[in-house]
């Protein structure tokens, strides 16, 4: 999301987590179909990173079962707010979901425990990008799956979205990735406005 519009929209915070946990966004977005084409297996821990409020959170929730965690980290307090008041009192979620309001660079997880870590519209507004592949690195296991869903460039055309002028395209969140000691295995769909990207730790990077 561009900075500017960030900022208005932080204005009324609610508003503008109840548009990114719209109904209306599965249209464009559905977070069934891109988490189904992963593959989520039950017991999985799963980290939800820059998770907003829980859009792919309770989701990744249902899939993994009441033997699983997902944790779900946002800097944004009120995000994390939000969250919680759409899993209270249910005993499933509330047993699954762990909520971490934090940066996503510094998350508090425990080392070496998470089987996927996913992060969805979130790299291009990160600042210290190597502190963050670092930090999916410590709490990832060997085998984790790692999953970066973010914006298209629009080339010009109309589409909702932040402004091209910020957004890392598919070409270069792949050098990123692969810079950072990450390796590209496949590509899903995720949506007509972005692109889905499953990696693994390469070996000896830890």
Same mark, same amino acid.
Request: with cysteine.
């Given at each position: ?8 929209? %932080?204005? /009324? ?10 109904e209306?966004?599965r249209?464009?977005? $559905? ?9 989520i ?7 939800? @990173? ?5 859009? !792919? ?5 249902? +899939? ?10 946002d800097?944004? /307090? ?5 969250l ?16 971490? $309001?934090?940066e ?6 425990? $080392? ?5 870590v996913f ?12 502190? !963050? ?11 984790a799956v ?8 629009? /080339?010009?055309?109309? %589409? ?6 910020i957004?890392i395209?598919? $070409?270069?969140?792949?050098?990123? +990735?692969?810079?950072r000691? !990450?390796?590209i ?7 007509p406005?972005?692109y889905g990207?499953?990696? %693994?730790? @390469?070996?000896?990077?830890?």
């Amino acid at each position: 999301m561009h900075e500017d519009k960030k900022n208005e929209l %932080r204005h /009324n915070v609610d508003e503008w987590l109840s548009n990114l946990a719209s109904e209306s966004r599965r249209e464009w977005q $559905n977070p069934e179909d891109i988490l189904n084409s992963i593959g989520i297996s039950k017991g999985m821990k799963i980290a939800d @990173l820059g998770c907003g409020p829980g859009f !792919f959170t309770l989701e990744m929730a249902k +899939l993994t079962g009441d033997k699983g965690i997902v944790y779900a980290v946002d800097v944004e /307090n009120k995000a994390i707010e939000y969250l919680r008041s759409r899993i209270k009192g249910d005993i499933h979620l509330e047993k699954v979901i762990k909520t971490i $309001n934090s940066e996503v660079s510094s998350t508090g997880i425990p $080392n070496n425990s998470i089987d996927l870590v996913f992060f969805a519209n979130v790299l291009h507004d990160i600042e210290d990008k190597e502190l !963050f592949f670092d930090e999916i690195k410590r709490i990832g296991k060997k085998d984790a799956v790692i999953v970066d869903v973010d914006w298209e460039k629009s /080339n010009g055309k109309p %589409r909702r979205g932040p402004p091209d002028s910020i957004i890392i395209s598919r $070409n270069e969140a792949k050098s990123l +990735l692969e810079e950072r000691g !990450f390796k590209i295995e496949r590509e899903i769909y995720a949506g007509p406005h972005h692109y889905g990207l499953v990696c %693994r730790i @390469l070996e000896g990077e830890e």
